[in-house]
């Protein structure tokens, strides 16, 4: 009898000891399985933030240099310049979308550009009252944000494997831009609402959507893991609403020959070459 005890007692404590091993088991497999879907639902990310140099080169055709050609003449010791290039500067965030896609994120500002003479000068307008002008001011700047997409054709970037071969890429983007332009005081401007000169000039500005398009290059340094790119590019952006408003919600607006038809309108489209330096990172 004692022995029939004494063996179901062991199947008992061999039966516990199962169940525990197995429900220990199956716990630890609930773990891993969370552990594994855990893992896979967490996919790294590639990024990147740049600092660039741009120069451009805007087209001679334009607005501008209109204005410029009519208001030397009416100079009679000095000329206006026209617009050639225009130095900028941007700062730029990106993600990398695919195997061959990112998205990008920047900001630039254009160095003020134009013309700024020390001096007295002789101004005779339009209207034809000489004056006597003190340092012929025509100076503009530009800011703008914009966002773009670009293609690796070759050598995409990739999470974790530094390349050190040379990239090629396609680029585009689109974006809104803002431009002030400063004029000599003296300069005779023209008021839509009297089609006469205001008497005074301040600060020109207008905004417009801009788009870009172009090729460009990358190729990694050993410096710091920052890879160095070149891109070149063309730029439509075309300003047509610059001017400013009196204290009466008057327009007044400049001109190249005091006609509302001549309204000077910015054109500040061309190409541009851009010096890159980019940083990718990963979480």
Not at 18 to 27: D, H, L, N, R
């Given at each position: 009898?004692?022995?029939?005890?004494?063996?179901?007692?062991?199947?008992?404590?061999?039966?516990?000891?199962?169940?525990?091993?197995?429900?220990?088991?199956?716990?630890?497999?609930?773990?891993?399985?969370y552990l594994q879907k855990t893992e896979k639902k967490h996919k790294r990310k590639l990024g990147w933030i740049?600092?660039?140099?741009?120069?451009?080169?805007?087209?001679?055709?334009?607005?501008?240099?209109?204005?410029?050609?009519h208001q030397s003449e009416n100079f009679t010791d000095a000329s206006l310049s026209w617009l050639s290039q225009a130095p900028a500067?941007?700062?730029?965030?990106?993600?990398?979308?695919?195997?061959?896609?990112?998205?990008?994120?920047?900001?630039?500002?254009?160095?003020?550009?134009?013309?700024?003479?020390?001096?007295?000068?002789?101004?005779?307008?339009?209207?034809?009252?000489?004056?006597?002008?003190?340092?012929?001011?025509?100076?503009?700047?530009?800011?703008?944000?914009?966002?773009?997409?670009?293609?690796?054709?070759?050598?995409?970037?990739?999470?974790?494997?530094?390349?050190?071969?040379?990239?090629?890429?396609?680029?585009?983007?689109?974006?809104?831009?803002?431009?002030?332009?400063?004029?000599?005081?003296?300069?005779?401007?023209?008021?839509?609402?009297?089609?006469?000169?205001?008497?005074?000039?301040?600060?020109?500005?207008?905004?417009?959507?801009?788009?870009?398009?172009?090729?460009?290059?990358?190729?990694?340094?050993?410096?710091?893991?920052?890879?160095?790119?070149?891109?070149?590019?063309?730029?439509?952006?075309?300003?047509?609403?610059?001017?400013?408003?009196?204290?009466?919600?008057?327009?007044?607006?400049?001109?190249?020959?005091?006609?509302?038809?001549?309204?000077?309108?910015?054109?500040?489209?061309?190409?541009?070459?851009?010096?890159?330096?980019?940083?990718?990172?990963?979480?």
């Open positions: 009898m004692n022995s029939i005890k004494a063996v179901i007692a062991a199947l008992l404590v061999i039966f516990a000891y199962s169940s525990v091993m197995s429900a220990t088991q199956t716990e630890q497999d609930i773990i891993n399985k740049s600092g660039s140099f741009i120069l451009n080169r805007i087209n001679r055709d334009n607005d501008y240099n209109k204005f410029a050609m500067f941007d700062i730029e965030f990106g993600i990398v979308l695919s195997n061959r896609i990112a998205w990008s994120l920047g900001g630039e500002y254009w160095m003020k550009f134009g013309e700024s003479q020390t001096g007295t000068f002789e101004y005779i307008p339009d209207g034809g009252v000489p004056t006597t002008v003190t340092d012929i001011v025509s100076e503009l700047s530009v800011f703008g944000v914009s966002t773009g997409v670009q293609y690796y054709l070759t050598n995409p970037p990739v999470i974790g494997e530094p390349s050190s071969k040379l990239s090629i890429k396609a680029t585009g983007s689109v974006g809104y831009y803002q431009v002030n332009w400063d004029v000599w005081d003296g300069y005779e401007n023209l008021n839509l609402s009297t089609s006469l000169p205001s008497g005074t000039n301040t600060t020109y500005s207008g905004s417009a959507p801009g788009v870009t398009m172009g090729m460009g290059i990358e190729y990694p340094t050993n410096l710091f893991g920052m890879v160095f790119g070149f891109d070149f590019r063309y730029l439509y952006l075309n300003f047509n609403n610059v001017g400013w408003y009196n204290s009466l919600d008057q327009e007044i607006i400049a001109t190249w020959d005091f006609t509302e038809d001549s309204r000077v309108n910015l054109g500040l489209s061309g190409f541009r070459g851009r010096l890159e330096l980019k940083r990718f990172f990963s979480w």
